[in-house]
């Protein structure tokens, strides 16, 4: 049977990612391409943060229209065309509207799936979306060059299929366990009265999406005559309290005035320099490449004076003197100081040079971070990760201000728990185990944030069966180095022939341009991954949209570039 002439390919999840996604096949303005759409939910677009699954009225964006990437309409423009009831549904004044403004989670949902609904509109890509349909499997069909998508109603084959399957909240202990919840998500389900405090492992903002709720299930906010918002506990809740449990004992940043919206491409150590650094570096791209070049030279443009104190720091000695420096104070009288600076700093239109330098250095390390050492990998997770968690965080100010009345009621507090802490269920209770003591707890709630998943949870077996996937790991550059932390933690690190370590790192190995590698280190032409669950070990920052808008650029480049793939051999890696 002769082949047809069309490109066909499958986005499997039609969320942000498949949005980025179709976008750019759209933009490619090809007409030999054929797309076909597969999403459990009934809209295009939302994905679980911007959806019932992720969010109810009380969850706000902490990103805004200027910091959007470009879609078919401005989130500015598209906000002022709403009619008044919807306005008036998510408290939305117009003549105080602008593009910096933050809004409601389900009212960004409903932007992006109106971004979809107009790109496909444009007909230019002949598409077919199939809503409320879940895949069951993704078998590659290697003699064949194609990939076969299995659905309950039957199978459906592609030239590429691109995984967009978004987040994933993997529930060992709820609804095993009376009052334990595995993740804030669906947060309709924490809409329970807790007349007794309310344990939270984690201080993000995956933590303040539990806070909002559970605070409007069992109180209410009120803004007093002089302006002060003040929060009143329920009568049939006075025991209601929530304990925050954090490792560093901090509270996230938050938001101030950002001098560049977008994560700029000017200024970033570019992939053609750090490849070339490769070259002379045993393969490696070295962290601290990045450290000097997309943080320090930032601040060298735009705070010289602090430049001038951080120039001689190492990264170790530059997180520690960050973190001391709030370790110092009380964490709910740091956020009020920091609540001050944000206010200053949107009045001013000056941002807090640094902490938006972080951001950039975050969104900057996560393309090489597969060609890290393991030493560097760990050295980030261990030592800059936690700072940057907390920095780039940009609490939205609705938000900041609950915290601050629900502290002030002495409903909420903040509990610094180091790394040692654990969590077990026992006959009398949910027990906090930290180095002050244990607490027994009724109600519990998981909020440290979307676990970055290994292949056991991977949602297509037959890519893991057939060896399609394989672990992601990363080669520890001294071999010593590698032994000593196989010695210390020996399911982590594997040892190959040739005597080299290598780290094992969460979720499937991937290449430079989301292709996923099968155990021979061969990258597959015809299947790309940008579920971030999945690549954690790969791609270890969630950047969502951002992710999302460049991830998609190369994936289709690649697509494009190849449109009829044969069967591949040898390493594309």
């Known amino acids: 049977m002769e082949r047809s002439t069309l490109v066909k390919i499958a986005l499997v999840g039609g969320g942000p990612s498949a949005l980025f996604v179709y976008k750019r096949l759209v933009e490619s303005q090809r007409s030999d391409i054929e797309v076909e759409i597969f999403e459990r939910s009934d809209r295009l677009g939302v994905g679980m943060p911007y959806g019932p699954a992720g969010a109810e009225p009380e969850h706000i964006t902490n990103v805004s229209s200027s910091e959007l990437p470009e879609l078919p309409e401005t989130l500015?423009?598209?906000?002022?065309?709403?009619?008044?009831?919807?306005?008036?549904?998510?408290?939305?004044?117009?003549e105080s509207f602008h593009e910096d403004r933050v809004i409601p989670r389900l009212l960004l949902g409903e932007y992006l799936q109106a971004q979809f609904q107009t790109?496909?509109?444009?007909?230019?890509?002949?598409?077919?979306?199939?809503?409320?349909?879940?895949?069951?499997?993704?078998?590659?069909?290697?003699?064949?060059?194609?990939?076969?998508?299995?659905?309950?109603?039957?199978?459906?084959?592609?030239?590429?299929?691109?995984?967009?399957?978004?987040h994933n909240w993997p529930r060992p202990h709820e609804g095993k366990v009376d009052g334990y919840f595995d993740s804030p998500y669906p947060p309709r389900k924490l809409a329970i009265q807790a007349n007794h405090p309310v344990a939270l492992r984690g201080s993000s903002l995956t933590a303040?999406?539990?806070?909002?709720?559970?605070?409007?299930?069992?109180g209410s906010f009120i803004q007093t005559e002089g302006g002060e918002l003040v929060y009143r506990v329920a009568p049939e809740s006075q025991e209601f309290r929530l304990v925050m449990h954090s490792r560093n004992g901090m509270l996230?940043?938050?938001?101030?005035?950002?001098?560049?919206?977008?994560?700029?491409?000017?200024?970033?150590?570019?992939?053609?320099?750090?490849?070339?650094?490769?070259?002379?570096?045993?393969?490696?791209?070295?962290?601290?490449?990045?450290?000097?070049?997309d943080f320090k030279q930032e601040l060298k443009d735009k705070d010289?004076?602090?430049?001038?104190?951080?120039?001689?720091?190492?990264?170790?000695?530059?997180?520690?003197?960050a973190l001391e420096l709030r370790e110092e104070r009380d964490p709910f009288e740091l956020f009020e100081a920091e609540y001050r600076e944000s206010l200053e700093s949107l009045r001013r239109e000056e941002s807090v040079h640094w902490k938006e330098a972080l951001s950039t250095l975050s969104f900057a390390l996560n393309y090489p971070a597969k060609h890290f050492s393991a030493e560097d990998s760990l050295r980030m997770s261990k030592i800059l990760s936690p700072l940057i968690s907390i920095v780039i965080a940009f609490l939205p100010h609705s938000s900041t201000l609950e915290l601050q009345a629900l502290h002030r009621s002495g409903r909420l507090s903040l509990l610094d728990v180091g790394d040692d802490s654990e969590v077990e269920v026992t006959q009398e209770g949910i027990e906090y185990r930290t180095r002050r003591g244990s607490t027994l707890y009724r109600t519990y709630v998981d909020c440290v944030g979307q676990p970055a998943l290994g292949l056991e949870k991977f949602p297509f077996p037959s890519l893991v069966k057939e060896n399609t996937v394989r672990p992601a790991r990363l080669r520890f550059r001294d071999p010593e180095q590698g032994r000593r932390h196989q010695e210390k933690s020996?399911?982590?690190?594997?040892?190959?022939?040739?005597?080299?370590?290598?780290?094992?790192?969460?979720?499937?190995?991937?290449?430079?341009?989301?292709?996923?590698?099968?155990?021979?280190?061969?990258?597959?032409?015809?299947?790309?991954?940008?579920?971030?669950?999945?690549?954690?070990?790969?791609?270890?920052?969630?950047?969502?949209?951002?992710?999302?808008?460049?991830?998609?650029?190369?994936?289709?480049?690649?697509?494009?570039?190849?449109?009829?793939?044969?069967?591949?051999?040898?390493?594309?890696?």
């Open 76 to 94: 500015e423009s598209w906000v002022k065309r709403l009619p008044e009831k919807k306005l008036q549904e998510h408290r939305i004044r117009l």
């Open 304 to 321: 010289p004076a602090l430049y001038d104190k951080v120039r001689t720091m190492s990264l170790e000695q530059f997180v520690t003197t």
């Open 208 to 218: 303040i999406d539990a806070i909002r709720t559970l605070a409007r299930s069992n």
């Open 119 to 166: 790109l496909l509109e444009t007909k230019v890509v002949k598409t077919n979306v199939h809503l409320n349909t879940r895949v069951i499997d993704i078998r590659e069909l290697r003699d064949l060059g194609q990939m076969e998508v299995l659905v309950s109603t039957g199978t459906h084959r592609f030239d590429h299929a691109v995984i967009c399957s978004g």
């Open 490 to 573: 020996p399911d982590q690190v594997q040892q190959d022939p040739d005597g080299s370590f290598h780290l094992l790192v969460p979720g499937l190995a991937i290449n430079d341009n989301y292709q996923p590698l099968d155990a021979e280190d061969r990258a597959n032409p015809r299947l790309s991954i940008m579920a971030v669950p999945y690549i954690g070990g790969h791609n270890p920052d969630y950047s969502g949209l951002d992710f999302c808008e460049r991830a998609s650029e190369l994936i289709v480049a690649g697509i494009l570039r190849s449109p009829e793939p044969a069967p591949y051999s040898g390493s594309a890696a």
């Open 252 to 293: 996230p940043c938050v938001r101030f005035h950002l001098e560049d919206p977008e994560v700029p491409d000017e200024g970033l150590l570019q992939r053609r320099d750090w490849l070339k650094t490769r070259e002379s570096n045993e393969g490696f791209v070295p962290l601290d490449l990045f450290f000097e070049e």
